[in-house]
Structure formats: C-alpha cells, structure tokens
C-alpha cells in the first residue's frame, strides 16, 4: 500500500509556464487537501475536495486550481507560475466519515522552484 | 480570525533532556487538536487529542489537552537524537470552512 504519491518529486519552472503537481492516493479516502509550506509561515491550505467531484478554496487559493474527478486523484494546477508560488507543495487526505475527527496522512511532498 | 500558536519557534536540547513543546489555539469551533512530527519530508501523525485532561502516550512522547484553557503540550522524555525535528500542531475547526489549521511548529534539536 503507497498511501498517497506526489510527482514529481522536485521541478524547476521558469516563470508563466503552467505547471500540474499530481496526487493520487489508495486508502479510499474522501477529503482531500493541497498545503504550500514555506520558511517561517507553516503549512497553509491552498485547495480542499470534501468528496469526489466537489472542491473549495483554502487560505490561499489564488494562482492555483484543483479538480477532483475521481476519489483516488487531487491534481493541482499553477496556470501561470510566479515566483512567489516557490515553495514545498504538500497534499494530504483524510477520512471524511466524521471531519474533524481523522487524522490527515501527507504524501511526501513536491519541491517547486519557479524562476 | 482562527489561529494556532506555538512556542517555542526552537529549541536545542542534549541527549537525555526532557523538553515540553506548546501548543495554544483559538477557533471558531474545536473538534480536536493534532500534534505531528516532520523530519525531512511529509508530517507524520503523533497524537489527536479531543477531551481534556486525558493524557496521550507512546513510548517516551505524551500529550495533553486543556479546553478550558485551550493549549495543548507535548512532552519527550530522554530525548534523543533521532527525535530532532519541526513539531507541528494543529487544530480542526468545524466552522465554516471546517478545515485543519496548522501552527509554524517547533524546531527542536537534540545534540548528542
């Protein structure tokens, strides 16, 4: 069992290109979430998907966008990267079945560099 | 505005200390609060904890929450190097964004 994959791992973008960072995990979970981390600001929730087919805006949603067609897959997409989007990009899920009483399991992480 | 503060940003410790890492919150409406521990990649779970006073442990780590006072602390005990790490908190709010709010964490290094 993964649990949840992020490709790639690292990724070096010149600024304006349109970049997608997959997610896909196996646990069957319904809530799933995109964090950006950054130095001296912790983790920050860019984009959520509640279930399959729904999704919302977390703290900082600008610049990013998110589908949810399937229960397994949480690809987010910078349709026109900027500096500021360098950072540690992190998704997660959870079990929804009581939201607010399930842990979150994090894939391993995406570091991107824009340029 | 919802918000998760910890303290200290930092901390440096030898082998065998026992440090004691906080956790204070204020949400709109709590569910549970979470502590986990980030090496070099993805946050890993510790604890959740969701009614005061009733103490968490695994192995030499323990937790505990206080809603009246809205903080949570966790405790290592003979700390050691391996335990060298950003330990995050972090709150679920069931307002009405219902999402999990993350503290920065805390940075601590154990020297051997």
């Known amino acids: 069992i993964a649990g949840i994959t992020q490709a790639p791992t690292s990724q070096i973008l010149a600024a304006g290109r349109r970049m997608t960072l997959r997610c896909t995990q196996d646990m069957r979970h319904n809530a799933m979430y995109w964090y950006r981390q950054d130095l001296g600001l912790g983790l920050r929730l860019i984009h959520y998907s509640n279930t399959a087919g729904t999704t919302g805006k977390g703290e900082v949603p600008d610049g990013y966008s998110v589908s949810r067609a399937n229960t397994d897959d949480f690809p987010l997409t910078l349709a026109s990267a900027v500096p500021s989007q360098t950072s540690v990009y992190f998704c997660a899920s959870s079990d929804s079945a009581d939201r607010g009483m399930n842990e979150q399991f994090f894939g391993p992480g995406t570091r991107l560099t824009v340029l | 505005e919802d918000k998760v503060v910890q303290s200290p940003l930092s901390l440096v410790v030898h082998e065998g200390d026992t440090v004691t890492l906080n956790c204070s919150y204020e949400v709109t409406n709590f569910r549970s609060l979470l502590w986990y521990k980030q090496e070099k990649k993805a946050p890993t779970f510790l604890f959740m904890l969701?009614?005061?006073?009733i103490e968490k442990k695994s192995g030499r780590l323990s937790s505990i929450l206080d809603k009246k006072e809205l903080f949570s602390i966790l405790n290592i005990t003979a700390t050691q190097t391996g335990d060298s790490a950003v330990y995050l908190c972090?709150?679920?709010?069931?307002?009405?964004?219902?999402?999990?709010?993350f503290g920065k964490g805390t940075k601590l290094s154990v020297k051997p």
């Open positions: 972090a709150v679920w709010d069931g307002g009405s964004q219902g999402n999990l709010i």
């Open positions: 969701t009614s005061s006073g």
